[in-house]
Each structure stands twice: as C-alpha cells, then as structure tokens.
C-alpha cells in the first residue's frame, strides 16, 4: 500500500471514528490493563466500525444476542457493554478463559460455551432474536457451515436478525484475509491446498501445507471464502430479505468513501460482479459479507 493511500484510509478512519453517536461512546468501558495490544485493537476496531452499524440496524442495549465466533471475547466485550445480554459460542476453550477474564475485570459478563456452531440445531425454534456470525463462517468446513445458518435460521422468531461480520466473500477475486494470493477462493479445496505453497504469507505458505492430505481438516479451517450460495442452500430458497450491509452504510454516510469506492478498483470490481446476476443484492459482493438478513414475519 502506497503512502498516499495509506494516509487516504487514516483520514476514511478518523471520520467514521467521529461519526459513532454519542450515546454509545458514554458506554464505553475502561479496557483491562493486562489484555494483550492486539485485543484492545479489535476491541476499539469493533467499537468503531461494528458496533455501530448494527445499532443501527437494532438498538443493541437489552437485546438478546446469541455470537457464534467469539474467540478472546474482543467483539463480545464490544456487544456487551452496549447493554446486550450475549451467549457466545467458540470451539477453543482457552480464548473464551481469556474473554471471561477480560469481561470479569470490566464488570461484564456472557453466557460463554464452547461448542461447535452445529450446537445451534439444538436450540428450541422460533425463540431467537439475534445470531451472530463474527469472523467464523469462514473457518467452518462446509457440513458445518449449511447446519450452523439453517439452525440459527430455524432458531430466530419470526422478524429475528441474522449477521454475518468480517467474512471472505469468496465472489472476490483476491483472498486478502488468508492466502494473500489473487483468485484462490475461486479454487476448489484441493487445489487451493496445493497452491497454498505460493503464498507469502508467515505461517501459511511455503512449506506449512506441504504435509499429509489428512492435514485437510486444519487447513479449511484456517479460511475458505463464504458467498451467497451457502444461504441459498442452507434455507432452502425461503425468502431472506438483506435489511442492512456495513460497507454500504458506511458509504452512505460518508461521502469520501462513497467517492473513492467509486472510481477505485473495489468499486469497478462490484459493477463486474453485478453483470453476472443484475439481481443480486450488493451486500453479497462486498470483499467481506458485513450484512443482516431479517426472517420473515
């Protein structure tokens, strides 16, 4: 990234930074001294980019969220300090140890489980108000992913919301979240596997997935792009109207991205992409999915 573009993207940041209502500023925690740098990152990323979006699109204070995808509890703190009453599900037992740690220095506290995202099938139907997929459909192999939205959808009460946060699109030519190598979500599982080798990125290319075919499972899980498809399978057709996309939101409200989204590449890419279904709703060519489905009443 350029020089120019950098200090482009700083300036986009600090207006949107600016632009977060004082009402869910006030709410704003003291973070915990001892969390590591790159979670208060995410912590104040959230805060900034996220959490407002989704306020928008429901007030989050007394709203009943379920997160799939918690992690160290970054983006659960986030939620939780707008007054939101979370369960948050994750597979890794000791990133949700540290996210009640965090919480519990704070004064916070959720309903943290770790279980797999297919636990969702098990949940009663139609009692839901809010899923959450944060940042972990990507790291879903795909039985899981088709179990994880149909459960969640059949577990959301009529008028309940479905979000998918910080998820590859994999409609998007280059993998910036994984690979780093241009076209691979377009790639089949094996192939991708194979080619993993050309990337560049510490700790994934090179040597990392020279191993055994059965290190498959470990490796899909590192992140395989998500597109429309696996909705389209997972709720068998029914109608799921797109009531709010970040990307889009962000946009709207501040007029610079809107200009450099469109006369930059990003934005000549989504008008490519549209040509092949005119229909589609933008929200699903964005380089990440940030959008909210609404099942209906």
Same mark, same amino acid.
């Given at each position: 990234?350029?020089?120019?573009?950098?200090?482009?993207?700083?300036?986009?940041?600090?207006?949107?930074?600016?632009?977060?209502?004082?009402?869910?500023?006030?709410?704003?925690?003291?973070?915990?001294?001892?969390?590591?740098?790159?979670?208060?990152?995410?912590?104040?990323?959230?805060?900034?980019?996220?959490?407002?979006?989704?306020?928008?699109?429901?007030?989050?204070?007394?709203?009943?969220?379920?997160?799939?995808?918690?992690?160290?509890?970054?983006?659960?703190?986030?939620?939780?300090?707008?007054?939101?009453?979370?369960?948050?599900?994750?597979?890794?037992?000791?990133?949700?140890?540290?996210?009640?740690?965090?919480?519990? #220095?704070?004064?916070?506290?959720?309903?943290?489980?770790?279980?797999?995202?297919?636990?969702?099938?098990?949940? #009663?139907?139609?009692?839901?108000?809010?899923?959450?997929?944060?940042?972990?459909?990507?790291?879903?192999?795909?039985?899981?992913?088709?179990?994880?939205?149909?459960?969640?959808? #059949?577990?959301?009460?009529?008028?309940?919301?479905?979000?998918?946060?910080?998820?590859?699109?994999?409609?998007?030519?280059?993998?910036?979240?994984?690979?780093?190598?241009?076209?691979?979500?377009?790639?089949?599982?094996?192939?991708?596997?194979?080619?993993?080798?050309?990337?560049?990125?510490?700790?994934?290319?090179?040597?990392?997935?020279?191993?055994?075919?059965?290190?498959?499972?470990?490796?899909?899980?590192?992140?395989?792009?998500?597109?429309?498809?696996?909705?389209?399978?997972?709720?068998?057709?029914?109608?799921?109207?797109?009531?709010?996309?970040?990307?889009?939101?962000?946009?709207?409200?501040?007029?610079?991205?809107?200009?450099?989204?469109?006369?930059?590449?990003?934005?000549?890419?989504?008008?490519?992409?549209?040509?092949?279904?005119?229909?589609?709703? #933008?929200?699903?060519?964005?380089?990440?999915?940030?959008?909210?489905?609404?099942?209906?009443?």
């Amino acid at each position: 990234m350029s020089s120019i573009q950098s200090a482009g993207r700083a300036l986009l940041d600090r207006l949107d930074a600016r632009a977060v209502p004082d009402s869910l500023s006030r709410c704003w925690l003291a973070l915990p001294p001892q969390a590591p740098a790159e979670w208060v990152w995410r912590v104040r990323r959230d805060r900034v980019d996220i959490v407002p979006w989704l306020d928008r699109t429901r007030p989050l204070r007394g709203a009943s969220v379920v997160e799939v995808g918690a992690g160290r509890g970054a983006s659960t703190f986030a939620l939780c300090e707008q007054g939101a009453q979370v369960t948050a599900y994750d597979i890794d037992q000791p990133g949700l140890d540290e996210a009640a740690a965090h919480l519990g #220095a704070a004064g916070l506290a959720a309903d943290l489980r770790c279980e797999n995202a297919t636990a969702l099938a098990d949940l #009663a139907l139609a009692t839901l108000d809010w899923v959450m997929f944060w940042a972990s459909l990507e790291h879903m192999v795909h039985t899981e992913r088709i179990a994880a939205i149909r459960g969640a959808w #059949a577990a959301l009460r009529p008028g309940g919301l479905l979000t998918v946060v910080e998820t590859p699109n994999r409609l998007w030519p280059h993998d910036s979240h994984t690979s780093q190598l241009p076209f691979y979500n377009w790639l089949p599982d094996d192939l991708a596997f194979d080619s993993a080798r050309f990337s560049g990125r510490p700790g994934f290319g090179g040597s990392h997935y020279s191993r055994p075919a059965e290190e498959m499972l470990d490796f899909r899980r590192r992140g395989r792009g998500v597109s429309v498809h696996e909705f389209r399978l997972a709720l068998d057709g029914q109608p799921a109207d797109v009531v709010s996309c970040m990307q889009l939101d962000r946009r709207r409200r501040n007029p610079l991205r809107r200009l450099a989204w469109a006369v930059g590449a990003p934005g000549r890419t989504v008008r490519c992409l549209q040509r092949y279904e005119p229909g589609l709703h #933008a929200a699903w060519l964005q380089p990440f999915l940030y959008l909210t489905l609404r099942k209906p009443s």
